[in-house]
């Protein structure tokens, strides 16, 4: 069974800092592309970051673009966010989800999702 | 940027009823658009990939059909834990970017 578990949300003050988790179980993952996508209180869904199996392709949304840094470690089935310069409006429940392997078609198995608020 | 266009943003419908949500896209995407569902407090669940290819274990009464800039997500006959709020997602392209959402709701 495919499981993507989030962690590491919680409360931070604008500037700061957090670094989110995301492991996997139930499937290749090494083989798989992996995606974040979040989801303001109240709000809709806005991809996030995206990173290739192998981490040589990496993607952001401009509104993370220089503060946030996806990152991977396939020997740990785990995928990471590391989110810097927090402002008032990064504050949102944050999914991991499942890209693609050969064939696939992403986005299919999503986490339960870990909220980060950004509040002085 | 791709914008996904979709509508209508609120529907009011009846158990048994059929609806239809509409994507569309500011460009071609070919089929790389995908329907979720979502409740209260839980994660998004895929309905529909490659645009109109059923996801497994999602009851045969949702379909989704388009290609290229027109995407609908049809629900042939309402049942009660339909009601929940719907996106369309496009990812030809990056940024991805999803519709801004159909919330169903009990008529």
């Known amino acids: 069974e495919v499981q993507l578990v989030e962690s590491g949300g919680g409360l931070v003050k604008p500037g700061g800092s957090l670094r989110l988790s995301c492991a996997a179980s139930g499937f290749a993952f090494r083989d798989y592309s992996m995606k974040w996508v979040r989801q303001a209180p109240g709000k809709g869904l806005e991809w996030v970051s995206s990173i290739s199996s192998s981490s040589s392709f990496i993607y952001y949304a401009d509104s993370v673009k220089g503060r946030f840094t996806v990152s991977r470690d396939n020997a740990k089935n785990s995928l990471y966010l590391q989110m810097n310069s927090l402002r008032v409006e990064d504050t949102a429940v944050y999914y991991c989800?499942?890209?693609?392997?050969?064939?696939?078609?992403?986005?299919?198995?999503w986490g339960q999702g870990t909220l980060v608020t950004v509040s002085a | 940027d791709i914008q996904m266009t979709q509508s209508p943003s609120s529907l009011s419908a009846s158990v048994g009823d059929r609806v239809t949500i509409t994507c569309r896209a500011s460009?071609?995407?070919?089929?790389?658009l995908g329907w979720y569902q979502q409740k209260p407090g839980k994660a998004p669940k895929r309905l529909i990939y490659?645009?109109?290819s059923l996801q497994s274990g999602v009851p045969s009464r949702f379909s989704g059909s388009g290609s290229g800039t027109e995407f609908t997500l049809t629900i042939s006959s309402l049942q009660p834990e339909d009601f929940a709020t719907y996106y369309c997602l496009q990812h030809n392209t990056y940024p991805y970017t999803f519709g801004q959402g159909t919330k169903l709701e009990i008529k």
């Open positions: 490659a645009a109109s």
């Open positions: 460009q071609g995407i070919r089929n790389d």
């Open positions: 989800a499942r890209g693609t392997v050969w064939g696939s078609y992403p986005f299919d198995y």
